[in-house]
């Protein structure tokens, strides 16, 4: 091992000057690229040491390869029980930790205890299971166009709250199995709160003193209440299961479309390919998660010394993966900061690897899909109602667009 | 090729469905069901891509004489 590798975590060094290693860039200079100091940190290396806004040193993992091992590395670990985890924003540090002991069900536990927990989940959100639901979201996605199509053509819309939103939100109340009154409760409750674990927390728990009153049901709630019946769940597990999956798929979900409408709107020429019907949507679908790889980074802390890529994570380090990095490294993605529709690639990593990798990537898929197919092929004329630098964005830990003016 | 899945390993993200819909599907429960286990040709192929997309590394190839 070459010597230079051998760092000490910085409590070792407190006369440290903060200049001496990079910080964690998290500001995009344009909404369809990553930060540009990303590359600075490629080319230090595939895993890179960086200063956290705290003081607190990390590495930060930027190569494609390095982030699909580590990602499969059990000496990795997400259980804020076990190690003492880096806060990539100072938001998240005054957010912690108690307070959203719902959101550690999946993403902050290991095997075994995850091993259980995404296996109580998985029936529902399995490929075939989810396409089954194309229908009625394509449904919801014409319906809102009705809508759209109906206003004077004189005033823009903002398309995240007259579509992306609504419809994010149909897909996930088809997935729990949501209908009427229920799916319009679910629907308000994710429009009017910021925080939503408080709400889910108790529109989750009266739902299931209701649920034997409704039988039946082919939702992925179902399947939980049916657990809860037979006492393989408790009703904790059942109410924090379904506030983590909410919870977890709706901004990066709505933050992905909205971006991608904004992208084929100023490449023309993709968007050309695909109206022509040269590229699938499926396949445009994989390239657009691919480029836009809306997640700044995840993050784990090592249980022991890892060696890899020519360094040593030691263990109690912390483990910034960066997915937009991985996603545009150069020696995996041919020419990896040009959006090509025509690219034929599944390994993108932008739901992650690994035991974590996005257990919802099935309907996120499909939200993706029938969001764009159904808007390009209705409103061939669809266009941007500001210039794009002008386009309100909001930086953070999920990328995302404050809102998206258009004219159709 | 012969073609095995390791159901405790498999996380059930569906990845292999998608890529090799001719040779593995999720059962009931969500985690993988192969369909056929030698394969040639095209499905031959996409396992093989499947069996690198895998996030759990729960999809293993052998080169199989026939
Ligand atoms: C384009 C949209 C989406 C993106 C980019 C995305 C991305 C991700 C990523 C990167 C992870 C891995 C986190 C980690 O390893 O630490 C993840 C996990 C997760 N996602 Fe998604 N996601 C999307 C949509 C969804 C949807 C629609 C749902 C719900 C139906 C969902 C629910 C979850 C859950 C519950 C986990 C935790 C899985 C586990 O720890 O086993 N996501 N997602
Ligand atoms: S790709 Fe791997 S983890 Fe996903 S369903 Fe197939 S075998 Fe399971």
Not at chain 1, 15 to 37: I, N
Not at chain 1, 69 to 90: C, I, N, Q, Y
Not at chain 1, 242 to 270: C, N, Y
Not at chain 2, 12 to 33: E, M, Y
Request: aromatic residues 4%.
């Amino acid at each position: 091992m070459p010597d230079a590798a051998r760092r000490t975590p910085a409590a070792a060094h407190p006369d440290r000057q903060p200049h001496d290693l990079p910080g964690l860039p998290l500001t995009r200079e344009c909404p369809y690229h990553p930060p540009r100091a990303y590359e600075d940190l490629r080319d230090r290396g595939p895993v890179t040491r960086i200063r956290l806004y705290d003081g607190r040193e990390a590495w930060a993992v930027t190569g494609h390869a390095a982030f699909r091992s580590l990602l499969t590395d059990e000496r990795l670990t997400v259980d804020r029980d076990k190690a003492e985890f880096p806060d990539l924003v100072r938001v998240l540090a005054l957010a912690r930790p108690g307070r959203h002991h719902a959101m550690r069900a999946l993403l902050r536990t290991d095997p075994p205890l995850h091993t259980e927990q995404r296996r109580a989940m998985l029936p529902s959100l399995a490929l075939k299971r989810v396409q089954s639901r194309r229908p009625a979201l394509q449904a919801a996605a014409d319906r809102l166009l009705d809508g759209l199509a109906a206003r004077p053509r004189t005033e823009p819309a903002e398309l995240i709250s007259a579509y992306v939103r609504p419809l994010v939100a149909t897909g996930m109340t088809e997935i729990l199995g949501l209908h009427g009154p229920d799916g319009s409760a679910l629907h308000d409750l994710l429009h009017r709160h910021f925080d939503l674990v408080p709400p889910l927390d108790d529109f989750l728990r009266s739902l299931l003193a209701r649920m034997p009153d409704r039988p039946g049901g082919d939702g992925l709630l179902d399947d939980l209440a049916a657990q809860v019946r037979d006492g393989r769940l408790t009703t904790e597990q059942f109410v924090h299961y379904g506030t983590v999956l909410v919870v977890a798929g709706q901004d990066v979900t709505i933050s992905t479309i909205a971006l991608a409408v904004l992208t084929l709107l100023v490449h023309g020429d993709e968007l050309d390919r695909l109206r022509a019907g040269e590229v699938p949507w499926s396949r445009a679908v994989e390239e657009l998660l691919r480029f836009l790889s809306v997640t700044s980074g995840l993050v784990r802390v090592a249980l022991a010394d890892i060696e890899t890529s020519g360094v040593v994570i030691r263990a109690g380090d912390g483990v910034v993966l960066l997915n937009p990095a991985a996603n545009r490294d150069p020696g995996v993605f041919e020419d990896a900061d040009r959006l090509d529709l025509r690219r034929r690639h599944g390994n993108h990593v932008s739901f992650g690897f690994g035991v974590h990798q996005c257990i919802g990537q099935n309907l996120a898929r499909l939200d993706v899909e029938v969001a764009l197919s159904r808007l390009f092929e209705r409103f061939p004329r669809l266009r941007l109602a500001a210039p794009v630098d002008e386009v309100p964005v909001r930086q953070g830990l999920v990328f995302g667009l404050g809102a998206l003016p258009v004219r159709w | 090729m012969r073609i095995t899945a390791d159901r405790s390993r498999c996380v059930g993200s569906g990845n292999c469905v998608r890529t090799a819909p001719g040779v593995f599907d999720q059962a009931d429960d969500g985690l993988v069901r192969l369909v056929g286990g030698t394969l040639s040709g095209e499905d031959a192929r996409n396992a093989a891509e499947a069996a690198s997309l895998c996030p759990a590394a729960a999809i293993f190839l052998t080169p199989q004489e026939d």
